[in-house]
């Protein structure tokens, strides 16, 4: 396809909180004695388009007691910087809000392990460069902004384990990816991306990868050095084909579907049910029946004697319009594999795989794969 998919909510689905989006009541943006609870400031669901850092010092004593700042769902366009004041803060809930830029003070939250900027407003030059100093930072979800660049701020977050970039603009990646060793979840789906870097094969904590909704065509090689990916999502893309080492792979999940690699595979399929008058042609010639112009028309006779046989050398079958056509890669003098058009009774008669890892180098070959069954190998596999 041309460009990304029309996507819909559950291919995001796990970028996104939507039972927490909306609230029926609007709540009185006055603090009160709810407002603080233990370790917990909960702001969140009140439509405030402020915050009052006077007002929230007056109600919190003590703000290095405070570890979890639950600001989501209101209308903010900014945090104030006080926010420096709670050095003990651990995760910060600011999902969807209305926020265009954040204060350089959130990179002085030494202990901050979650950030949440889901759903916002955010753009490149909202994030301020100091963000990288958030060394603690384990989770971070900017999906549902305006982002075209990957921030490059991320790469500088060593102890990242969670990265969350879905739908937003992105449509270049940096080759910086060898620094993001403890990844252990990356989704950028539903973005503009083209190309995935080499240095992708670097993060070998990563569990989960979703790239679906993009522009993607083909993925690097590097990517089954993976060896911890368990989940690899690639629907909605542009792959006519995958790498042939995406087989060495110890994948759960593989999703594929709309990609041209699927349709065309699908269409491949494709198999027309033989006629009554195919099917009694096939057994009149399968047993050997003897046939004259005394015992049956001359246009049947015709008809029969253009019978085509099986190229299955298995298969004593015969065709005549009705045939299973199967890709059949043959190995040429151990150099690489030429593509041969097999034309067969049935789809029964397929006597090699229609999908094969082939190469067109001899550093390419997958002699060292082991050739399990590939239903071992992918557990679930999503083609539409």
Same mark, same amino acid.
């Given at each position: 396809m041309a460009a990304a998919a029309l996507t819909t909510a559950e291919d995001y689905e796990g970028d996104y909180d939507l039972d927490d989006d909306f609230d029926d009541e609007e709540n009185d943006c006055t603090c009160n004695s709810e407002t603080v609870l233990g370790d917990t400031i909960d702001y969140s669901h009140r439509n405030l388009s402020t915050?009052?850092?006077?007002e929230l010092l007056s109600l919190v004593k003590n703000p290095n007691r405070v570890k979890n700042f639950q600001l989501n769902s209101n209308m903010l366009l900014t945090i104030p910087p006080q926010i420096e004041q709670f050095q003990s803060l651990i995760t910060i809930e600011l999902s969807n809000n209305q926020l265009v830029q954040l204060p350089t003070e959130l990179s002085l939250l030494n202990n901050l392990k979650n950030l949440y900027l889901k759903n916002n407003s955010l753009d490149d030059f909202s994030l301020p460069k100091e963000l990288q100093l958030l060394k603690q930072l384990e989770v971070i979800n900017l999906g549902g902004n305006r982002l075209k660049q990957f921030p490059?701020?991320?790469?500088?977050?060593?102890?990242?384990?969670?990265?969350?970039?879905?739908?937003?603009?992105?449509?270049?990646?940096?080759?910086?990816?060898?620094?993001l060793t403890k990844v252990e979840v990356l989704y950028l789906g539903g973005?503009?991306?083209?190309?995935?870097?080499?240095?992708?094969?670097?993060?070998?904590? /990563?569990?989960? %990868?979703? !790239?679906?909704? #993009?522009?993607?065509r083909t993925l $690097?090689?590097? *990517?089954? @050095? &993976?060896?911890? /990916?368990?989940? %690899?999502? !690639?629907?909605? #893309?542009?792959?006519?084909?995958? $790498?042939?080492? *995406?087989? @060495? &792979?110890?994948?759960?999940?593989?999703?594929?579907?709309?990609?041209?690699?699927?349709?065309?595979?699908?269409?491949?399929?494709?198999?027309?049910?033989?006629?009554?008058?195919?099917?009694?042609?096939?057994?009149?010639?399968?047993?050997?029946?003897?046939?004259?112009?005394q015992s049956i028309p001359k246009s049947l006779i015709e008809y029969l004697n253009a019978a085509k046989s099986c190229l299955n050398p298995k298969c004593k079958g015969v065709y005549f319009e009705s045939c299973h056509k199967n890709i059949k890669f043959v190995d040429f003098c151990g150099k690489f594999y030429l593509p041969l058009l097999q034309f067969l009774c049935s789809p029964a008669c397929t006597s090699t795989p229609t999908f094969q890892m082939t190469?067109?180098?001899?550093?390419?070959?997958?002699?060292g794969i082991p050739t399990k069954d590939m239903s071992s190998k992918f557990k679930k596999v999503l083609l539409g």
């Amino acid at each position: 396809m041309a460009a990304a998919a029309l996507t819909t909510a559950e291919d995001y689905e796990g970028d996104y909180d939507l039972d927490d989006d909306f609230d029926d009541e609007e709540n009185d943006c006055t603090c009160n004695s709810e407002t603080v609870l233990g370790d917990t400031i909960d702001y969140s669901h009140r439509n405030l388009s402020t915050l009052d850092p006077n007002e929230l010092l007056s109600l919190v004593k003590n703000p290095n007691r405070v570890k979890n700042f639950q600001l989501n769902s209101n209308m903010l366009l900014t945090i104030p910087p006080q926010i420096e004041q709670f050095q003990s803060l651990i995760t910060i809930e600011l999902s969807n809000n209305q926020l265009v830029q954040l204060p350089t003070e959130l990179s002085l939250l030494n202990n901050l392990k979650n950030l949440y900027l889901k759903n916002n407003s955010l753009d490149d030059f909202s994030l301020p460069k100091e963000l990288q100093l958030l060394k603690q930072l384990e989770v971070i979800n900017l999906g549902g902004n305006r982002l075209k660049q990957f921030p490059y701020q991320l790469f500088q977050m060593i102890n990242l384990k969670e990265i969350y970039l879905g739908s937003n603009q992105i449509a270049f990646l940096p080759d910086l990816f060898h620094s993001l060793t403890k990844v252990e979840v990356l989704y950028l789906g539903g973005n503009h991306i083209g190309n995935v870097p080499d240095s992708i094969g670097y993060m070998r904590s /990563l569990v989960v %990868l979703n !790239l679906s909704g #993009n522009r993607l065509r083909t993925l $690097p090689r590097s *990517i089954s @050095r &993976l060896n911890r /990916l368990k989940s %690899l999502s !690639l629907h909605n #893309n542009q792959f006519s084909a995958l $790498p042939p080492d *995406i087989i @060495r &792979l110890d994948l759960q999940e593989l999703s594929l579907r709309n990609n041209p690699l699927v349709v065309r595979f699908v269409r491949d399929l494709t198999y027309d049910v033989p006629t009554l008058k195919e099917l009694a042609g096939r057994t009149i010639k399968l047993h050997k029946v003897r046939y004259d112009d005394q015992s049956i028309p001359k246009s049947l006779i015709e008809y029969l004697n253009a019978a085509k046989s099986c190229l299955n050398p298995k298969c004593k079958g015969v065709y005549f319009e009705s045939c299973h056509k199967n890709i059949k890669f043959v190995d040429f003098c151990g150099k690489f594999y030429l593509p041969l058009l097999q034309f067969l009774c049935s789809p029964a008669c397929t006597s090699t795989p229609t999908f094969q890892m082939t190469s067109s180098d001899s550093d390419d070959n997958t002699d060292g794969i082991p050739t399990k069954d590939m239903s071992s190998k992918f557990k679930k596999v999503l083609l539409g």
